[in-house]
C-alpha cells in the first residue's frame, strides 16, 4: 500500500483508539479528585462543534453523580440551542437519583411549557419518573391530551409505574376516545352546568374538543393504546381489554379510588 493511502487510514485508526486511561466511568457518586477529571473531560470533548461527540460528553458527566454535574446538566438541559443537545443532558439526570427532588423541582414547570418540544417533554417524563418524583403529578396527567404519542405513552408509563388512581377518570376518557389500536371515536363528554337549554351541551361538546378534536388526534393512536391497557393492568391487577370493563371496574373500586383521591402530593 502507498503512503498516500496509508496517512488517511492512520488518521482514522488513531481517531478510533481511545486516549489511555480515558476509561468509561460507571454511575456512582464522584470524589472531588474524580470530579474534577471528568469536567475536564468533559470540557474537552463537550466545546466542538460534533453533535456526536457533545452527546458522548453528556452520556459520560451523567454518570458522575455530583451536585455540580446536576447544575450543570440542568444549564445545559434548560438553556442550550440544540434540542438534542437538551434532550440528552435531561435525560441524563435520570442518574442523579440522590437528587432528585432538586433536579424534579427544576423540571416540574416544563410541564406546563406550552411550547415545549416533544422531545424535550419526553424525556423530562422519562427523568422524573427515574426519579421517582411524584409532585407533577397533575400536571403530568393533564398531558394526556397531548397530540404527540411518544408524550402520551410516557404519561401511561408513568400512571402504570406509580399505580396512580387519581387518574381513572382521565384514563377512562381517553380509552373511551380511542377504544382500539386502530380506531377512534367521536365520543361524548357529560358537562353540568346547572343550566337550562342547550349550555350543558355545547359546553360538553367544547371539552370533548379541547381534549380530542384537533387534526392531529383524529386518528388511530395504537401506541397509546398499548401504553394504557399496560398503565390499567398494573393499577387495577388485572387485564382488561375493553373500556366498558375498565368503567365497570372502577364502579367496583369506588371507596379505593377515593381514597387514593384524597392522598396529597
Not at 386502530?182 to 381534549?211: F, H, I, L, P
Not at 394504557?228 to 369506588?254: I, Y
Request: charged letters at 35%; aromatic letters at 8%.
Amino acid at each position: 500500500m502507498s503512503t498516500r493511502l496509508m496517512l488517511p487510514l492512520l488518521a482514522v485508526l488513531v481517531l478510533a483508539v481511545p486516549v489511555l486511561g480515558e476509561e468509561e466511568p460507571t454511575v456512582k457518586p464522584a470524589t472531588a479528585k474524580e470530579l474534577k477529571h471528568e469536567l475536564k473531560v468533559f470540557k474537552r470533548d463537550f466545546d466542538t462543534e460534533d453533535i456526536d461527540f457533545k452527546l458522548d460528553s453528556l452520556i459520560r458527566l451523567s454518570k458522575c453523580v455530583h451536585k455540580d454535574v446536576v447544575k450543570k446538566l440542568l444549564f445545559i438541559g434548560l438553556k442550550d440551542r440544540d434540542l438534542f443537545v437538551r434532550a440528552e443532558a435531561i435525560k441524563g439526570l435520570a442518574n442523579q437519583v440522590i437528587y432528585g427532588e432538586m433536579i424534579g423541582r427544576k423540571l416540574q414547570p416544563l410541564l406546563k411549557d406550552d411550547d415545549l418540544d416533544p422531545k424535550i417533554l419526553t424525556e423530562v417524563l422519562i427523568t422524573l419518573r427515574k426519579l421517582d418524583y411524584r409532585r407533577g403529578w397533575k400536571e403530568t396527567i393533564d398531558l394526556m391530551s397531548h397530540d404527540d404519542d411518544d408524550v402520551v405513552v410516557e404519561v401511561f408509563r408513568y400512571i402504570g409505574a406509580w399505580k396512580e388512581l387519581r387518574a381513572c377518570l382521565e384514563v377512562q376518557g381517553f380509552w373511551d376516545a380511542y377504544p382500539t389500536e386502530g380506531n377512534w371515536s367521536t365520543g361524548s363528554v357529560r358537562v353540568d352546568t346547572g343550566a337550562e337549554g342547550t349550555t350543558d351541551q355545547r359546553a360538553a361538546k367544547a371539552k370533548w374538543m379541547a381534549k380530542y378534536g384537533g387534526r392531529r388526534k383524529q386518528r388511530a393512536r395504537p401506541k397509546c393504546v398499548k401504553a394504557l391497557k399496560a398503565a390499567v393492568k398494573e393499577m387495577t391487577g388485572v387485564e382488561l381489554k375493553k373500556p366498558d370493563e375498565f368503567r365497570t371496574w372502577r364502579s367496583d373500586h369506588k371507596m379505593e379510588i377515593r381514597a387514593a383521591k384524597r392522598r396529597r402530593n
